[in-house]
């Protein structure tokens, strides 16, 4: 997505409100894949789990969790994507709220523990992804687990590097964590992490 505001209109920019004019045009991203739901299932096969997709968009993997038999709540900042999400995909609670901020308004709006936090395609866009993991860390659950999926910066044309990870920032997000593991399909890291989060350099700062 161009994070860039190029409309003429006079309305302030928010990104926030970019990602609404993304999805009123009817774009949308890949759905997850049958791999990707492979790596999700240790997480998920254990009965009914409390789960958090944290930027759901258009709730499509919210929905999935949901039909599967788990109590899902989609979180997302982009009223147009909870409106499609709460169309398109009916039944888990959906929340709209800033994941970059800790009150009310952001993920200070939830009450943990979740078994399962779910983070696809969203932690490029996270700028403070320190207070981001932190957070996260507090809403899991004692055994509970963050699960990330970020495109892998190297294996990206280079205008499309700037909403990825380096490898490196997905080495240094892994390490922060007491346990992690880290999984490559295709051009995306898969990331479950769990523990505690003490982050090591590497991991702040949005690209
Ligand atoms: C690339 S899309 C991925 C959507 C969905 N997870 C998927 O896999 O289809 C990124 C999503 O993150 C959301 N997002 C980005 N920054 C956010 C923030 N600070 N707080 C909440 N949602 C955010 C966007 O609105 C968008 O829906």
Sequence with gaps: MDTTNT???????????????????????????????????PHTGQGRRRILDIGCGTGTLTGILHASGHDVTGLDFSPEAIRQALADHPGPGYVLADADQ???GGLGALAGPYDLIVCRLVVAFITDLHRFMRRASSLLADDGHLYVM?????????????????RA?????AASWTESSVREIEDHAHLT?????????????RR
Excluded: C, K, M
């Design 7 to 41: 409309s003429n209109d006079t309305e302030a920019y928010s990104p926030a409100g970019s990602w609404d004019v993304y999805f009123a045009s009817g774009r949308r991203f890949r759905p997850p894949t049958p791999s990707e739901l492979a790596n999700l299932e």
């Design 102 to 104: 800790d009150g009310p």
């Design 150 to 166: 970020t495109p892998i910066a190297e294996e990206l044309p280079p205008e499309r590097r700037s909403h990825a990870q380096t």
């Design 169 to 173: 920032q997905i080495a240094a997000l």
């Design 193 to 205: 992490l769990s523990g505690l989060y003490r982050p090591v350099t590497g991991t702040s700062t």
